[in-house]
């Protein structure tokens, strides 16, 4: 199916990398077929028939199944047309002047306009002399319903609902797959993982953490598996994982020096690449100044990324060599 993505401008290259990332983990081949950087447009032509994947994704904004790329709106309006049933109440969404002229059109052709409760949202986007169709697919999501927060057990240091989907999607991982954070904290990544259908395997050294985690993870009626270990040990707790997605620690309250920080960020790592079988992913954020050693992995992407106040980290995209 070819799909239309508008990508968020929240980053300028994190949303592209986790709709190819989820692909890959989806086992589903892709073609781009039309990309406009500025505008944020992606087109791709996805070799699949299901349309399931899009809702894993954190950070599109829309999806729609592409119409097309035209010089003149009569051509686009008869093309929606043949894919909409006659006489559905849709909207057209597009700067002013040029949904004006679409409505009138579709209404010459039998369509109801309702820009309250469209059965089709049609947007439209002008990429110099030519315009984009594409017929909106609703992804229904509720990321801010989410938010640390709203959650039974709530700590300063979770992250965004949203930041901690996209992470897990950068791992390549499938329903089904077991997603292992071994710094879990309050549980954020671990129910995206669960809420995609992943197993959720955690650990975290402080007792807290692991009870709030296990009781934010019921909260949304999800199950895991969550010990109370230091991280550096995983090789020894855990077995039969698919990717490890984790936020490390950092910040004065964890370390004693910037020395150690660094120690342990390096043999996490090492205990990692025990763990993990050829080819499958880590995905760790970190903070931004920091350059791990590769220990066993090659590095599949870095992604800055601003958490909240003046914090920006990295995050390193990891495959087992
Ligand atoms: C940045 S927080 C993780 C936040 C988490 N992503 C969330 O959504 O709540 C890092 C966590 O690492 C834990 N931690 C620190 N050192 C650890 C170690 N050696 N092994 C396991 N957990 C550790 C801390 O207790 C803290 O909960």
Redesign the pocket.
Same mark, same amino acid.
């Not at 984790?246 to 950092?250: A, G």
């Given at each position: 199916m070819e799909i239309l993505f508008r990508l968020s401008g929240e980053h300028p290259s994190l949303p592209r990398a986790e709709i190819f990332a989820v692909m890959e983990g989806e086992g589903i081949e892709s073609k781009v077929l039309v990309e406009f950087d500025k505008d944020r447009i992606l087109v791709i032509d996805a070799k699949t028939n299901s349309e399931e994947f899009l809702h894993r994704l954190a950070l599109t904004k829309l999806a729609g199944e592409f119409v097309g790329m035209f010089h003149g709106l009569e051509e686009m309006a008869d093309l929606v047309a043949e894919k909409i049933p006659p006489n559905s109440k849709i909207a057209v969404r597009g700067s002013l002047p040029l949904e004006k002229e679409l409505g009138a059109m579709f209404t010459e052709k039998g369509f109801g306009i309702d820009l309250e409760k469209p059965e089709f949202s049609i947007p439209l986007f002008k990429t110099g002399k030519q315009y984009l169709a594409a017929i909106v697919i609703p992804l229904g999501r509720d990321f801010e319903k989410r938010k640390?927060q709203f959650r039974p057990y709530f700590?300063p240091? /979770? +992250?965004h609902p949203r930041i901690?989907r996209a992470l897990v999607n950068l791992a390549r991982v499938k329903k089904g797959d077991t997603v292992l $954070?071994?710094?879990? #904290?309050? #549980? #954020?990544?671990l129910i995206e993982a669960g809420l995609m259908g992943m197993k959720a395997s955690g /650990? $975290?050294?402080?007792e807290d +953490?692991v009870e709030g /985690?296990m009781k934010n993870l019921k909260h949304f009626g999800l199950e895991g598996e969550i010990k109370q270990? $230091?991280?550096?040990k995983l090789a020894e707790e855990f077995t039969g994982i698919d990717a490890i997605v984790? $936020? +490390?620690?950092?910040g004065r309250s /964890?370390f004693t020096s910037e020395k150690d920080t660094k120690k342990?960020y390096n043999q996490?790592i090492s205990a990692a690449a025990r763990l993990l079988e050829k080819d499958k992913y880590l995905v760790v954020?970190m903070p931004d100044k920091f350059t791990p050693e590769s220990g066993g992995f090659s590095v599949a992407g870095e992604f800055s990324i601003y958490v909240h106040k003046s914090l920006t980290r990295k995050v390193w995209v990891m495959r087992r060599a």
């Open positions: 640390p700590h240091t /979770s +992250m901690a $954070d071994p710094f879990c #904290g309050t #549980g #954020g990544i /650990s $975290d050294i402080d +953490m /985690s270990t $230091d991280a550096l984790t $936020d +490390m620690p950092y /964890s342990l996490f954020v």
